[in-house]
Nanobody, 116 residues
Framework: QVELVESGGGLVQAGGSLRLTCGSAGDIRSINTMGWYRQTPEKQRELVAD???????NYGDSVKGRFTISRDNAKKKVFLQMNSLKPEDTGTYYC??????????WGQGTQVTVSS
């Protein structure tokens, strides 16, 4: 079992920055990929970025060049640095972990609101 807890969301003006943190606990040695997804009432949950255990990263097209995902395996955390935020980045951001045998875990979500 893996537990994930997100923090760092909030309200920011367009052009600003936020840094999200996801802490993990439990059977963390089973985790391969960790990532961030976001969801709004109008859209399905979509990939923002993910990072594998050997630091291979993948980004959604809409955030490339603005967001950076990183991982601290020693501290059992994954981070999402979000720069040049746009109103369309608004949503609930969920931390995700995928184990080596393809089990998915999710955090409870943190709200990010970008005002224009």
């Amino acid at each position: 079992q893996v537990e994930l807890v997100e923090s760092g969301g909030g309200l920011v003006q367009a052009g600003g920055s936020l840094r999200l943190t996801c802490g993990s606990a439990g059977d963390i040695r089973s985790i391969n990929t960790m990532g961030w997804y976001r969801q709004t009432p109008e859209k399905q949950r979509e990939l923002v970025a993910d990072i594998t255990n050997n630091n291979v990263t993948n980004y959604g097209d809409s955030v490339k060049g603005r967001f950076t995902i990183s991982r601290d395996n020693a501290k059992k955390k994954v981070f999402l640095q979000m720069n040049s935020l746009k109103p369309e980045d608004t949503g609930t951001y969920y931390c995700n972990a995928i184990t080596w045998w393809m089990t998915n875990y999710w955090g409870q979500g943190t709200q990010v609101t970008v005002s224009s």
